[in-house]
T-cell receptor, first 115, second 115 residues
Framework: AQSVTQPDIHITVSEGASLELRCNYSYGATPYLFWYVQSPGQGLQLLLKYFSGDTLVQGIKGFEAEFKRSQSSFNLRKPSVHWSDAAEYFCAVGALYNQGGKLIFGQGTELSVKP | GAGVSQSPSNKVTEKGKDVELRCDPISGHTALYWYRQRLGQGLEFLIYFQGNSAPDKSGLPSDRFSAERTGESVSTLTIQRTQQEDSAVYLC?????????????FGPGTRLTVL
């Protein structure tokens, strides 16, 4: 079965430090991959997505992610974290054989930012 | 334009009661999705609509759950005879089409608490 694993439930980084959030997926074909952010009291917002082509994808708010097929990973990175980046981050994969576009989500990684 | 809206934002109910959750998608979006987010977990797919039909209801947890969509607009998720395990945040998303390459835009969610 398709699945998404985010190994880190909670990460704390200092403001200005670099960030990497891990995501591993299990999928039988070329995956469609997404990162969403959920801020307190708000809905999920799409940060970036990967469908094909260049394996390094740029997103909003200075985030980027790299697709590595050999490692079944799609890790999210940011060179310098801001206090406003504190939120919960979800990695998701588009369902096999494009089942209407439903998404399969990981359990999320909560990011805290120290001043 | 307006984003996806959901009502109510919070709902507290007693075990055994029925509840209705409402989603207003972005105007012109033909695809609409319902997800459930239990505390500390990722989002679980429930059902999606393409227009007014629901090709995939595979995520509905039991026959107590049902959903409908009218006029390719508003959707209602109904939970009958609520149980405590139904407590969760119910999220709605819409997209221009039902496909994995179409970005889903999420509403703020309805937090359901079953006492």
């Amino acid at each position: 079965a398709q699945s998404v694993t985010q190994p880190d439930i909670h990460i704390t980084v200092s403001e200005g430090a670099s960030l990497e959030l891990r995501c591993n997926y299990s999928y039988g074909a070329t995956p469609y991959l997404f990162w969403y952010v959920q801020s307190p009291g708000q809905g999920l917002q799409l940060l970036l997505k990967y469908f094909s082509g260049d394996t390094l994808v740029q997103g909003i708010k200075g985030f980027e992610a790299e697709f590595k097929r050999s490692q079944s990973s799609f890790n999210l990175r940011k060179p310098s974290v801001h206090w406003s980046d504190a939120a919960e981050y979800f990695c998701a994969v588009g369902a096999l054989y494009n089942q209407g576009g439903k998404l399969i989500f990981g359990q999320g990684t909560e990011l805290s930012v120290k001043p | 334009g307006a984003g996806v809206s959901q009502s109510p934002s919070n709902k507290v109910t007693e075990k055994g009661k029925d509840v209705e959750l409402r989603c207003d998608p972005i105007s012109g979006h033909t695809a609409l999705y319902w997800y459930r987010q239990r505390l500390g977990q990722g989002l679980e797919f429930l059902i999606y609509f393409q227009g007014n039909s629901a090709p995939d209801k595979s995520g509905l947890p039991s026959d107590r759950f049902s959903a409908e969509r009218t006029g390719e607009s508003v959707s209602t998720l109904t939970i009958q005879r609520t149980q405590q395990e139904d407590s969760a945040v119910y999220l709605c998303a819409s997209s221009t089409r039902a496909g994995s390459t179409d970005t889903q835009y999420f509403g703020p969610g309805t937090r359901l608490t079953v006492l």
